[in-house]
């Protein structure tokens, strides 16, 4: 009897390990599966913005992961103002732009959407202490935070006030021409 022939013991083996291997996948898939982010989080994971409806010098305030997101459609002459700002004048030189390297300078391309200059998406809330800066108000004509008094240029760069950084710019991107994707 050649002893390289499979048996019945040897199929038994086989099949115990089958389904022993099936049972504990089957054990082990809900303690794997609870380590997935929930529907809900997923949900808040990325926004669609349409903003074919908006002309020059609207602004607009989403939601996004429980935070205020502004979407600035600039007029010319606010892009121009912020083009004609020295770096040197910045309280921060640095873009805070998710899309860009870490240090990547905080020029007017810089902060504005890539190929559509006219378009900035930021988070609105203040870096001093967190508050909800006022659209179109302060000396530079962009936002300014009423419960400290920083004052942010046509750009969201901090040029007064105790605010230490720019208002943060997520990650985004114009998924058509008119429908941007935070998130």
């Not at 089958?18 to 599966?33: E, K, Q, S, T, Y």
């Not at 989080?41 to 989403?62: H, R």
Request: net charge negative; proline share 8%; aromatic share 8%.
């Amino acid at each position: 009897m050649d002893s390289s022939e499979p048996n019945r013991r040897d199929f038994l083996y086989l099949a115990t390990g089958a389904f022993g291997a099936v049972g504990v996948a089957a054990v082990a898939w809900p303690f794997i599966d609870q380590m997935n982010p929930d529907a809900a989080a997923l949900a808040l994971a990325t926004t669609e913005v349409n903003v074919s409806s908006m002309s020059p010098g609207q602004s607009i305030t989403v939601s996004w992961r429980g935070k205020p997101v502004f979407v600035r459609y600039r007029t010319e002459e606010e892009v121009n103002a912020a083009k004609e700002t020295p770096l040197s004048d910045l309280k921060d030189p640095v873009a805070r732009n998710e899309n860009l390297q870490g240090d990547a300078p905080a020029t007017d391309e810089n902060r504005g959407a890539p190929d559509k200059e006219a378009w900035l998406i930021m988070v609105g809330i203040c870096t001093h202490l967190g508050c909800v800066p006022i659209g179109e108000a302060g000396s530079f004509n962009g936002w300014f935070c009423p419960c400290h008094g920083s004052v942010y240029d046509t750009a969201g760069r901090i040029r007064s006030g105790p605010a230490p950084t720019n208002l943060p710019i997520p990650t985004y991107q114009f998924t058509a021409d008119t429908v941007i994707r935070i998130g």
